[in-house]
Nanobody, 124 residues
Framework: QVQLVESGGGLVQAGGSLRLSCAAS????????LGWFRQAPGKEREFVAV????????DYADSVKGRFTISRDNTKNTVSLQMNSLKPEDTAVYYC?????????????????WGQGTQVTVSS
């Protein structure tokens, strides 16, 4: 199993940027796909982005495509989410998660490890 700890959340004005980081530990980290999900108050957890173990494949939710960039560094066991042009609707708790499965990597149920979450608040 992979252990995950997020950092980098905070308060930012609309149009601003934030960079989230996730530190992973666990001997199977390099074999996992790493994803970011978010959950706003009163809403279900939703997929944001995911990256393959080698970094060569990525996938993004339509709502963040072109604004967010996911990356990973297997030498440092980290995955990052660069968020630009933030909007108030991006406000949520952001979670880092790991899954060994590619075919269902947009589905939260496929992820077997989760971080504790970090709050991102975008003011208008």
């Amino acid at each position: 199993q992979v252990q995950l700890v997020e950092s980098g959340g905070g308060l930012v004005q609309a149009g601003g940027s934030l960079r989230l980081s996730c530190a992973a530990s666990g001997r199977t980290f390099s074999n996992h796909y790493l994803g970011w999900f978010r959950q706003a108050p009163g809403k279900e957890r939703e997929f944001v982005a995911v990256i393959s173990w080698g970094g060569g494949s990525t996938d993004y939710a339509d709502s963040v495509k072109g604004r967010f960039t996911i990356s990973r560094d297997n030498t440092k066991n980290t995955v990052s989410l660069q968020m630009n042009s933030l909007k108030p609707e991006d406000t949520a708790v952001y979670y880092c998660a790991a899954t060994p499965y590619r075919s269902t990597w947009r589905w939260s149920g496929a992820y077997d490890s989760w971080g504790q979450g970090t709050q991102v608040t975008v003011s208008s």
